[in-house]
């Protein structure tokens, strides 16, 4: 059945699409002209938007173009339902769904893939989140977002959503270049893509990009340098095809921490500020006079790491994609990638802040002095008073992590048969699903004490005692996470392996389409974890790092790995999910769908270091319920498609129970969270104007805790409402349109006292092409210079009114020339 007047396949973003697409979503454009196009993203055979029993949204290419988003995590926040906060640069975002918690960092109960497949197995792997290795430059085609429903059964560890970046196939011939150069900031970018065929049947496409300079935020040197090529070749044969495919990926990035700023008024209604000479949308804690962290490696050598590397991964990858009509209604396919992924984590986090005396004199006793130890002024005796410019200092353990290997080699076999029954039809698969994932890190933090300085200009400082001795080395505390109690020197050396066999039934009847599906995930986890924490060995020693012979009072404090105590991990796990969902269809351009869901995920290295996991032999004392979360979703809702206007809204509900981990005293403590709510998803076209706009409405909250006192309390950072429109007018020779992204307040904390203030950020776009296949653009992130806290670490005001938050960047004004040929 085809649906006669569909407006287009993305409700929310189609205003973001030009007149023409290019390449591979020309085809897209006519599918959804006729209302046909086809949804690949965890479903069972590719279905239409408004037959389906799913929420699915779309982004095109051209409007991952127009919104030049600066990361994959900002294109995400233009998605309804999906919570994400995209404040900490090219990666390290925390992804949420539908009142779905985000109770660690991450995405813990997203997927995020590439053309069907997880890019990392685990969303939410302890500084090596899935967004860090992705990029959505000109090789995407196209965003597909699937939030609940079916995502639970057709990808493992994804009862939430799959979000997935399905890239050009060089279906159509064409290609682009384009230079960009940052108007206000210094970024300097080369995007490039090229598509068609190379004889019958037989297809291509390359693209990728580079980007180099200081980015968005003055931190004083070039800490943005990398970038990505991707590339594919397709041969189409009577009945199938296969395609091979490959990803390298080597970029550098700064990942911003929460940082200190100034808050005053009431833990409801809070008045946050910038601290003077420390801008919170345009400074970091970065900068050129942070001299290299020095620190015992993995095996406990002494090494040397450098701050400025922030976020830097690297990504090999190459795979295969085929799929044959064997006849009689069977069709195989078959999804195949090895990803060698690497790389490292190297940001200061601000342990605590305050004026500069009682910093120095909270490391070297009362009566301490303060000597730069970095900088213009080193040697000198700074005067506490000022220091910085606001007479602060900022206690920091750099979160200095070394990602040896996160190699991913993943498989996706499917069976689908299609049949006619009485009246209808009948469309059957199943498959086998297994998945390899390596965590091999290196915690290896240190501890310094730094000025709280903006512009780059950050330097260490050293602390004297009263008697003039120094109780620091060149801005070091200690060698270890001091701060923390000399925790968290790890290694983890762990394989997890992730087998899963899938099957579905949908049968057509006329206009109601019914379908159900189910999913058995096991699996084992296998290797060793090495730490100083409690129960792991002496993990505080002595090395002399200077060679003079003697042994500082910081290096005193050197965290040392226990290498003859490594641990065993050794245990299995299973979980089963099934989603049960119905579209009937009122009229050709109206359907009524419902869904009720069970899904699970597999908490994976989350979970180590934890009684989940026995220190003895690696097992689960309490059997995999403590390395198993699970979410049970309920949704229903309206599509409609016709006369110019889209309107999806559903009503959702989502039980989510996980088990966590206090670290004092170390226990596990199982929470339970519940969340009602409502997403509204529409647009409206009338000529060469287009409107849209997405708002979610959620009442989440806390069922079951440790704490007692946060039962019936909102969960950390869940606002009430998340909204994004857009309106976009195209003319033959320009194209301007502006975006906006916002939220209601939410709290800090599950505590529920300090609020983050509601915020809206505009982000505009014009696109001027004075001849053919040349176009002149501007692109504005954060228009009018809008500063949104997405996190903060306090649950309450303290009392010297300093607050670690992160916020949003501040306005970025991006001018870039293409030539499509």
Request: aromatic fraction near 10%; charged fraction near 20%.
């Amino acid at each position: 059945m085809k649906i006669r007047h569909a407006l287009c396949a993305s409700a929310a973003l189609c205003s973001l699409m030009s007149p023409a697409l290019a390449q591979d979503n020309a085809a897209a454009e006519t599918a959804e002209a006729e209302g046909t196009e086809i949804i690949v993203t965890a479903v069972a055979r590719g279905q239409n938007r408004i037959e389906s029993s799913v929420s699915v949204s779309t982004i095109g290419s051209q409007a991952i173009t127009n919104l030049a988003a600066p990361s994959s995590a900002d294109l995400i926040r233009q998605i309804p339902g999906i919570r994400s906060e995209a404040s900490g640069g090219e990666g390290n975002a925390n992804i949420a769904v539908r009142g779905i918690p985000v109770s660690t960092g991450g995405a813990r109960y997203i997927q995020l893939q590439e053309d069907g497949l997880p890019i990392l197995e685990f969303g939410d792997i302890i500084f090596g989140n899935a967004d860090n290795f992705l990029r959505a430059d000109r090789s995407v085609a196209r965003v597909e977002a699937v939030r609940g429903g079916s995502a639970s059964t057709f990808a493992s560890n994804a009862p939430g959503a799959v979000i997935n970046f399905i890239s050009k196939t060089g279906e159509q011939e064409g290609g682009a270049i384009q230079g960009s150069v940052g108007l206000d900031f210094e970024t300097y970018r080369l995007d490039f893509d090229y598509g068609a065929a190379l004889g019958n049947d037989l297809t291509f496409h390359v693209g990728g990009f580079y980007r180099t300079g200081e980015g968005p935020r003055d931190i004083g040197y070039n800490g943005y340098d990398g970038g990505q090529i991707k590339a594919n070749i397709t041969k189409r044969f009577d009945g199938g095809y296969v395609r091979f495919h490959a990803k390298y990926l080597d970029d550098k990035t700064p990942t911003i921490l929460p940082q200190p700023v100034f808050v005053g008024g009431s833990n409801s209604n809070p008045d946050y500020n910038a601290i003077p000479g420390f801008n919170p949308r345009t400074d970091s804690l970065y900068s050129p006079f942070l001299t290299p962290a020095v620190s015992l490696d993995g095996d406990n050598n002494p090494a040397r790491y450098d701050f400025r590397d922030g976020l830097s991964v690297k990504s090999l990858a190459f795979g295969i994609e085929s799929e044959i009509d064997v006849g009689s209604g069977w069709t195989l396919t078959n999804r195949f990638r090895f990803a060698d992924n690497s790389g490292s984590f190297q940001s200061p986090f601000p342990a605590s802040a305050g004026t500069a005396q009682s910093i120095a004199n909270g490391i070297g006793g009362a009566g301490s002095s303060i000597v730069f130890a970095t900088g213009p002024n080193a040697g000198q005796t700074a005067n506490a008073a000022n220091i910085g410019g606001n007479g602060l200092l900022t206690n920091v353990v750099v979160f200095n992590t070394r990602l040896n290997s996160l190699d991913n080699v993943t498989n996706d076999f499917r069976v689908n048969k299609t049949f006619d029954i009485g009246g209808g039809a009948a469309n059957f698969t199943t498959g086998f699903y297994l998945s390899r994932q390596t965590v091999d890190t290196d915690w290896l933090w240190t501890s310094h004490v730094q000025t709280v300085e903006g512009d780059g200009n950050a330097v260490l400082v050293d602390i004297r005692n009263a008697a003039g001795n120094l109780v620091t080395q060149n801005g070091t505390v200690g060698f270890g996470a001091t701060f923390f109690g000399n925790c968290c020197r790890r290694n983890y050396d762990v394989d997890y392996s992730t087998y899963a066999p899938f099957a579905s039934l949908s049968l057509e009847l006329d206009r109601l389409t019914i379908d159900a599906s189910i999913r058995y995930d096991y699996g084992d986890a296998s290797g060793t974890i090495t730490g100083s924490d409690t129960g792991f060995g002496v993990g505080v020693g002595s090395f002399d790092f200077n060679n003079n012979g003697a042994i500082s009072t910081a290096e005193g404090q050197t965290s040392v790995l226990p290498l003859g105590n490594a641990r065993p991990v050794n245990y299995e796990f299973s979980y089963l999910s099934f989603s049960l969902g119905a579209n009937y269809l009122l009229t050709d351009d109206l359907g009524l769908f419902a869904r009720y869901s069970q899904g699970g995920r597999h908490t994976a290295d989350r979970s180590l270091f934890s009684p989940a996991v026995s220190t003895t032999d690696g097992s689960l004392p309490g059997g995999d319920a403590g390395v198993i979360a699970r979410v049970d979703q309920l949704e229903a809702g309206l599509k409609y498609q016709g006369d110019g206007l889209s309107l999806f809204a559903t009503g959702f509900f989502a039980k989510t129970a996980e088990t966590n981990v206090e670290l004092a005293p170390l226990e596990l403590f199982d929470t339970e969270y519940e969340a009602f709510g409502f997403e509204l998803e529409g647009a409206y076209r009338t000529g060469a104007f287009t409107l849209s706009a997405g708002a979610t409405w959620t009442d989440a909250e806390i069922k079951d805790a440790l704490d007692l006192s946060t039962i019936g309390n909102k969960p950390r950072r869940q606002a009430d409402l998340v909204y994004q429109a857009t309106a976009q007018y195209d003319a033959d020779m320009f194209t301007v349109g502006a975006n906006v992204v916002g939220t209601t307040d939410s709290f800090t904390q599950d505590s529920n006292q300090l609020k983050l203030p509601a915020f809206a950020q505009v982000n505009a776009f014009l696109a001027f092409r004075p001849i053919e296949r040349i176009e002149v653009g501007l692109n504005a992130q954060n228009l009018f210079n809008a500063t949104g806290f997405t996190e903060a670490e306090e649950g309450s005001i303290p009392a010297n009114g300093i607050v670690r938050a992160r916020s949003i960047a501040g306005r970025t004004v991006l001018a870039s020339v293409r030539f499509d040929f």
